[in-house]
């Protein structure tokens, strides 16, 4: 049951990070052009930010970045623009985030990060891209749950060894006292059984 609960958090926190997606993007101009200003000034631009996230619009980001907008900031959800861009597979404009300094690492507010938006949304390039960052591997949400454990959720099986060799630990338990091998057998699903005793899990 208790399973269930979280896996109904997760789909929950899912559907609102999706209808967040669909608030328009229509108003993005063709031709971005931000003055410099404060960052707290910059910040009515939240809408171009965050929607320029969600479709890749690399124009959009650079300019407000160059203009001085804050690359960290967050929407009413606690989605920052990587986390968008992660969710809604948009590698180039994850890349050009990145590469200006945004931290890969801040969560939503139920501290689900980027790389958990990726794994659940099964886009595993950009999953592998979020490992290489300087993240802790076994950050946790607000359940304590880790990436391995979404990984695990959701069938990732490709990207277990990648996670688990980059320090992730198959034998993490979350606030519930659940490990990630019992997480998988609540579930039947002996394939994620199998690839996590695979890396080591015990219990």
């Not at 958090?9 to 967040?20: D, G, N, Q, T």
């Not at 606690?78 to 590469?99: E, F, N, R």
């Not at 990060?113 to 099964?122: V, Y």
């Not at 999953?127 to 290489?132: E, K, P, S």
Request: aromatic share 6%; hydrophobic share 45%; net charge negative.
């Amino acid at each position: 049951m208790r399973s269930e609960r979280f896996t109904h958090a997760i789909r929950a926190a899912a559907a609102a990070l999706a209808l967040a997606a669909l608030a328009g993007c229509a108003h993005l101009p063709d031709r971005p052009a931000y003055g410099k200003a404060d960052p707290a000034a910059l910040r009515r631009y939240d809408d171009d930010w965050f929607d320029a996230a969600r479709v890749g619009r690399v124009d959009i980001l650079r300019a407000l970045h160059d203009a001085g907008y804050p690359l960290d900031a967050t929407d009413s959800h606690g989605y920052t623009a990587v986390i968008l861009a992660s969710y809604d597979g948009q590698p180039a404009a994850l890349d050009y985030l990145l590469s200006a300094g945004a931290d890969a690492c801040i969560g939503d507010r139920h501290g689900n990060t980027a790389l958990m938006g990726a794994l659940f949304r099964n886009e595993p390039d950009i999953a592998r891209r979020l490992i290489d960052t300087h993240c802790p591997i076994d950050q946790t949400n607000g359940a304590g749950e880790t990436a391995l454990g979404f990984a695990t959720l959701f069938n990732r099986f490709e990207l277990i060894p990648l996670l688990v060799a980059h320090g992730a630990n198959p034998n993490h338990v979350d606030r519930r006292g659940q490990s990630l091998l019992q997480l998988a057998l609540t579930h039947d699903n002996t394939y994620a059984a199998d690839a996590l005793r695979d890396v080591g899990a015990k219990r």
